[in-house]
Each structure stands twice: as C-alpha cells, then as structure tokens.
C-alpha cells in the first residue's frame, strides 16, 4: 500500500481565525476542513468575572475542555461546579447538560475540542452577529443553539 500524502496543518500561536462574542474571544485552530468534520478545536479567552452560555446539552457532538490559564468554573446539574485549574481536563459526552463561566478575578483559557466539528460553526454565527451589532441574550443564544442539535438544560 502507498504512503498517504495527507498535509498536516499547522497554526502559530499567533494565527487562527479569531472573533469575540461580546467579551469572549475565540481563536479557531480547526474547523474541520483539515479533518473531514471529525474533528474541530478552539481557544476561548474569557475576562474575569464573566457567564459563559446558556445551560445546554449537544445531541450530536462531544466537547473536551483544557484549562490553559486561570481557572474555568463547569456548571453541571443540581447545582453540581468543577473548578478547573491550569492542565485540567474536562470531558463533556454527548447529552451531557453543561455550561461554563469565569467567576474569578484573573482572565482564564481553554481550548475546547468538539467532534464532530460542526459546532464551530455556532460560534462563527455569533460572532457575525455580535460584529453587526445584534446584542446576545439567553433566547437568541439558544436558538442560534438549536440549529446545531444542542438544547437548553433548563433548571440548571
């Protein structure tokens, strides 16, 4: 059998396609057109004291969260928190009901996987829409959510 002549793909740590969400910016490594959609990567930068996104479980994809900087606050079901420090690794499976925050006083990162990579795009959408002005709130977030399988995880 021949020897695959598949490229690897390489991003500095000064590129990527970067936008932010009010706030929040992001960084994104892979979009999955590198991996066939299997998988997609990205950085977020979250500012001190801040929320993350809605309370939400994905029906379609898994996420993995390392901590890079600071400390990330996951929010999981009945009040449940884990407070992730540098090098912590956080997997979030399929149905699991979730969200994230920085409630503390230095600025914190992750980078996040997502398989499949679709969910990327979710992020590239707010971004267009943060960039045209449109203010996000819980109900635009979470519709903007539904077109990519991940439904809100009420009473969290």
Request: net charge negative; hydrophobic share 40%; glycine share 8%.
């Amino acid at each position: 059998m021949a020897m695959p002549k598949v490229p690897i793909n390489f991003v500095s740590a000064t590129s990527g396609e970067m936008f932010s969400l009010g706030q929040i910016t992001i960084r994104v490594m892979e979009d999955g057109s590198h991996t066939d959609n299997r998988i997609g990567s990205a950085e977020f930068t979250l500012p001190p004291q801040i929320g993350g996104p809605p309370a939400h479980w994905h029906e379609m994809h898994d996420e993995t969260f390392m901590v890079t900087k600071g400390s990330v606050r996951f929010h999981a079901p009945e009040g449940k928190t884990i407070d992730a420090k540098v090098g912590d690794f956080v997997t979030v499976p399929t149905r699991a009901p979730h969200t994230f925050s920085n409630p503390f006083d230095e600025e914190a990162k992750f980078l996040c996987t997502f398989t499949p990579a679709f969910y990327i795009n979710y992020f590239r959408i707010l971004g267009e829409m943060v960039e045209k002005g449109v203010a996000m709130d819980k109900e635009i977030n979470l519709e903007v959510m539904a077109r990519y399988a991940t439904l809100p995880a009420e009473g969290m």
